[in-house]
């Protein structure tokens, strides 16, 4: 048998993923995270003055969210049932900090964690900024602001 | 000039002097203890953390501990011992390199990812057979945390495990290799060659490895004579439902029948109820599985004749990061009651 | 009623991109790079604010407003400083969530050990 043949093998071999029953599960349980980010949003909006506070406030609240639930141990399991619906909100990236600053504290606090802390979450924050330039950059340019 | 008379065909050795597992000991964690064979392995942790600081010190304490326990079941010493192999999967070995150091026996440190049982165990056949050696142990370490922390991810991440992913077995397996004892003997070894078919998914290691087991498999039965049925039971380490699955399908592409001698230990490891994906996997799953159900059934002359074939995906971190396929490596030990 | 609107939209961004994982070799970490791209994109082009108004926290939360949140944070700075504003305005939204991710992950790491 050829490489190439084995591999179509598998793919028709391979078990099927539950297509509807995971985007289910993903669209509950992000909504649920975003009505809770709603609550905070509406919260932060009265508090706050401007609305970039109200937003920034908001960001906050939910990273809390998720580094809580991280901690309590918690979050791993509701992303086996919600996928992509606890991957994607905030509570996520939330997540990724956390589970990293909890796992490499065994290696240390410095080296351990202190290097490896935004080793999941390292492309979020990299791809935002260089997007984030290029995009601004492009917009004050071509509106003159620069 | 290079006597051959221990060799047949391409890759198999032969051990005429029968060295047996003289004694030996397994060691499982929580998980495996609430799986289905339970009751076949000498001891199930409570705790797997053993109440150490790091998991990667539990998994060393855990080897310690089989090693003590195995050579106590042969009223043996270390000063008894000629040879100490061992290998795990952790990076440089490091479980059996610092076990190693309380044992105080040379060590010959090997590494064939999950087959790395298997491989020691034929290289104990091997110095036995050869004379090199009156008793060498052998033994091999994994746990769950260690393996995902190298292998994968923080614990606590927000993943959504497939249905192909496997288990790294908490556990750890010893046995001495002699000429003493009425254990069950080792007759033949047929080292594996690396086989790489493409495969990349990561996640579907049992895919990868299917070949590889195919190969060493089909090679075994071609150098001895034999057919699958000559043997009772043929045991494959930690394939998984998935890896499993595959193998037959190329073993029946090549009309080969007595496949329904065919089990897997990863696949046995864990019940469905756990949820545990395509099965278990690590070093330990077919060292425990292997000195545990099946050395019980030789052992009680349920079964007479048995292959064992674990196989190993050969990747790295870095390889995957990479992008490269991964290569797979599988060795079979034919055992006789 | 503005609830339900964040509850759906988060949720549907969710599942298309459960729907990409399930269907294509894109990990993840794929995906959520590409999300918090959009988001950047969406906001230069002034699409994101009207989206934001609409959806609310459905817009903010699911990692596209982060991106947005780094690309208006920027935009805002350099319209006040000038081309340091350009890099200063990264973390003017986005800053206080990563400082405080930041502490309450140390914190938490003192605390808690990872469990199976």
Known sequence: MQPEEYQQLVLHNSPRRPLVKNAIMAFLTGGLFCLLGQVFLDIATIIERTEMEAAAVTLAAMILVGTILTGLGVYDEIAEIGGAGAAVPITGFANTVTSAAMEFRREGFLTGMGSKIFIIAGPVIVYGILSGFIVALTKALLTGLL | MARLENRLGKQTVTFTSRPRIHCSYTIVGPSEGNGPHALEFQEILQDDMLHQKTPEQAERLMLEMAIEKALAAGQLKADDLHFFVAGDLLNQIITSTFAARSCGVPFLGVYGACSTFLEAMGLAGVLLQGGFATRVLVATASHYQTAERQFRYPLELNVQHTETNQHTVTGAAAAVISHEGDGPSLTHATFGTVVDWGMKNVFDMGSAMAPAAFNTIKQHLEDTGRNLEDYDLILTGDLGRQGSKMLRILLQKENYTGLDRLEDGGAQIYSHRQKIGAGGSGTACVAVMTLGYLLNKLKTGRIRRALVIATGALLSTVSAAQGESIPCIAHAISLEG | ?116
């Open chain 3, 1 to 116: 009623m503005q609830y339900l609107i964040a509850f759906v939209t988060g949720g549907l961004i969710c599942a298309l991109a459960q729907i990409i994982l399930d269907t294509t070799n894109l990990k993840a970490a794929h995906i959520l790079v590409a999300l918090v791209c959009l988001g950047a994109l969406l906001n230069g082009v002034g699409l994101y604010e009207p989206f934001q108004k609409f959806a609310g926290a459905g817009a903010l939360v699911p990692v596209l407003g982060f991106g947005s949140s780094i690309t208006k944070g920027m935009l805002a700075e350099a319209e006040r400083l000038g081309w340091e504003g350009l890099f200063t305005g990264a973390f003017e939204i986005t800053g206080l969530g990563l400082a405080a991710s930041v502490v309450f992950s140390s914190l938490t790491a003192l605390l808690r050990q990872p469990k199976k």
